[in-house]
């Protein structure tokens, strides 16, 4: 039986990132994922937007991991030179309600540890985003956009460079705590292996909680039900109007149909949320009407035929469908007293921005073990 130090389960951009940040400590480091390449799901369909931080509640894990991993992420960009950029994003209000909202945020942000906000006024936003409408909107400088695929390329490269693996094509059977670690049974492709490992990291995003239920030992009782939420995006055809990313006040579910730029320039709109059981990516052209109608709030003159459903992601969710605010799980040996287990559930956003400094969280909770 091969022996790991740690074994990931889930090549996302989180599980590629815990690897990476763990192969710098153990010898011996396995990253798996059932899909044929990694990054399939959550990873490669969400809106490669660098989160400030300005939303979340103060002393969440969501805020604090976002506002790290932020400038985590950056230097990892300009470090590897991976496409990304600063491009800044504006949080608009259209009445007073929704200015009182932009107060509220400044100070949430603050409280965070996010002191870049700038408040625009109409006129301003006239001057520099002239197809915006608006009465008011807030700046977040520190907002951005990178190439999420080469950034997970890059996290790879790590990986092998460090001595570890990634094997695609696999899925964990089972895992069965032992003295010293686990005895872990693995599909791959029409193979079957048995392994051992000192470490087993749960980061299967959508599939947490069914990895969780193949774990012997861990009770049903402390496995958090996990939803999927689909999120569709349009295309917008032409040159952008915009210099930067367009959020509405956000919704209790998500923040809104948004208006953001990939690196090369091309405008997309979304996303909003569906609350799904069956993994489907399908977009209808049915959607068509609400996104026109949420997105003219904002940009009053967009055209409808230039609007083109393009993609979609679904995102794991702590939270059902009307409820609110729920923080990223991580579930180490404190919550479920099985050594060497780390369960991460409900890293939706800002998972992404979060990415290194999650790695960094999990990689102290292990020592803590």
């Known amino acids: 039986m091969d022996k790991f130090d740690v074994i990931v389960v889930g090549a996302g951009v989180v599980g590629l990132a815990i690897a990476a940040r763990l192969c710098k400590d153990y010898k011996k480091v396995l990253i798996i994922d059932k899909n044929a390449r990694f990054g399939e799901e959550t990873s490669s369909r969400n809106s490669e937007v660098i989160h400030a931080g300005i939303y979340y509640p103060k002393n969440s894990l969501k805020a604090q991991l976002c506002v790290e991993g932020k400038e985590l992420l950056y230097r990892y960009c300009q470090e590897r030179h991976i ?3 600063r491009i800044g994003k504006l949080l608009v209000a259209h009445d007073d309600d929704e200015e009182a909202f932009l107060e509220k945020t400044l100070f949430t942000a603050r409280t965070n540890g996010v002191h870049d906000l700038v408040w625009q006024s109409s006129a301003q936003l006239i001057k520099n985003e002239p197809e915006l409408s608006a009465s008011a909107a807030l700046l977040s400088p520190s907002t951005g956009i990178l190439d999420v695929h080469s950034y997970m390329q890059s996290l790879v490269f790590d990986i092998e460079k460090y001595g570890g693996m990634f094997v695609a094509n696999t899925e964990m059977l089972s895992a069965i705590p032992t003295s010293d670690g686990f005895n872990i049974k693995l599909k ?20 947490s909680t069914k990895l969780a239920g193949n774990i012997d030992t861990l009770s049903p009782n402390l496995i958090p039900k996990l939803y999927w939420c689909r999120g569709h995006y349009f295309s917008y055809s032409g040159k952008s109007p915009f210099k930067q990313l367009i959020y509405p006040i956000p919704e ?78 991580i579930q180490s040996k404190q919550q479920h007293d099985i050594n060497g287990l780390v ?3 409900g890293i939706d956003s ?11 969280y999990v990689a102290k909770v292990m020592l803590d073990d």
């Open 83 to 85: 496409p990304h950029q």
């Open 188 to 207: 791959s492709v029409n193979d079957y292996l048995s392994l051992s490992s000192r470490y087993l990291i749960n980061s299967a995003g959508l599939h």
């Open 252 to 329: 209790k579910e998500g923040l809104g149909i948004h208006a953001s730029l990939d690196m090369g320039g091309g405008l997309k709109f979304g996303p909003d949320t569906q609350y799904i059981k069956e993994l489907k990516y399908d977009v209808s052209e049915k959607l068509k009407n609400k996104f026109y109608v949420a997105i003219q709030k904002y940009f009053p003159n967009v055209e409808y035929k230039k609007l083109q459903p393009d993609y979609s992601g679904i995102r794991p969710k702590l939270q059902g469908e009307g409820e609110g605010f729920r923080d990223f799980f």
């Open 343 to 345: 369960n991460l559930f």
């Open 350 to 360: 800002p998972g992404l921005t979060s990415s290194l400094a999650i790695a960094n």
